[in-house]
């Protein structure tokens, strides 16, 4: 299975609206007939964060969305996020995806892989923060079991994202940069549990994206605060 993203905005109220997920689903397919001239929607099915997995090509199907000479080898399934707007994805979407990627492999014949678009196509998708879930195993979220190639379930599940960015400088301080730096600490990380993310705090940070092969900035995101509970330990 190849893992994609929308590749550009997507409204975040669909979390709460299902029928916004339906909606930019056609819009998509849409998009595909009439735009690229396809037959259909380029995805073999597509994951929302309501954990319903639409129907695309479908099994026994090439996709379209993993690149010319790439379709024969994979699978494709897209989770709705984006580039802007809804970028991290729930767990919904996750669960969505895995769902897909058992239903293929118990009836369409697929294999154990799951790849990011981006492995062997030159392109951003799915994103970082999808891709670093690829590049983890793909577990399932809440620790019950990794379905890749080597996820294994047994990381906590991060807490919620605080919404604003861990920075330095200007010196960031809160609750939300005590939270991150105990976890790092707990991870075996060498700072000071003070609440102030400066110039250390954002040493520790560049070190660990650096080590979990996320673009390395020094900035605590979405990426790298889930990183910090959920990636395997080195």
Excluded at 147 to 156: A, H, R
Aim: net charge negative; glycine share 18%.
């Amino acid at each position: 299975m190849k893992v994609h993203y929308t590749g550009g905005v997507v409204n975040p109220g669909i979390v709460a609206d299902h029928a916004g997920c339906v909606s930019l689903v056609q819009s998509i397919q849409r998009g595909h007939q009439d735009g690229n001239g396809w037959l259909d929607i380029g995805y073999s099915f597509v994951a929302c964060p309501h954990r319903k997995v639409f129907e695309g090509r479908g099994l026994h199907h090439l996709p379209a969305a993993n690149g010319p000479g790439l379709n024969s080898g994979h699978y494709a399934v897209l989770g709705l996020v984006g580039n802007a707007g809804l970028v991290e994805p729930t767990d919904g979407v996750l669960h969505a995806i895995l769902d897909a990627v058992e239903y293929v492999r118990q009836h369409g014949d697929a294999g154990l892989e799951i790849k990011g678009h981006r492995d062997g196509y030159a392109t951003d998708c799915p994103g970082e923060p999808l891709y670093a879930w690829v590049r983890r195993g793909a577990p399932r979220p809440g620790g019950d079991g990794g379905d890749g190639d080597g996820g294994d379930g047994e990381q906590p599940a991060a807490p919620p994202f605080p919404g604003r960015l861990l920075r330095y400088p200007p010196v960031t301080r809160g609750e939300d940069v005590r939270t991150w730096q105990q976890q790092m600490k707990a991870r075996g990380w060498d700072l000071d549990v003070d609440g102030a993310y400066g110039a250390s705090s954002r040493d520790v940070c560049l070190r660990f994206q650096r080590e979990q092969g996320v673009e390395a900035d020094g900035v605590v995101g979405p990426v790298t605060w889930r990183l910090a509970w959920e990636a395997p330990g080195s």
